[in-house]
């Protein structure tokens, strides 16, 4: 059986609203392709920026079909 793999289209430091006003920086990661595609959301507690094993992992999930937040 062979995984489909997919480009992937990365935005960074996108802004999501929650329900108490606060708002979130996330990094989306979209396989290039058409859809629907099914989405995982993962949350740190910890900054970002210096996580690239957390990179590493979301590319590689959103090249096997998953929209991740």
């Known amino acids: 059986m062979t995984e489909n793999v997919y480009a992937v289209r990365c935005e960074q430091n996108v802004m999501l609203p929650m ?14 392709g058409t859809g629907p595609f099914p989405a995982i959301v993962e949350y740190t507690p910890y900054h970002k920026r210096n996580l690239e094993e957390l ?10 079909g998953y929209v991740v937040v």
């Open 19 to 32: 329900q108490d006003g606060v708002r979130l920086a996330a990094n989306l990661y979209f396989p290039q």
């Open 55 to 64: 990179r590493w992992r979301h590319q590689y999930v959103a090249e096997r």
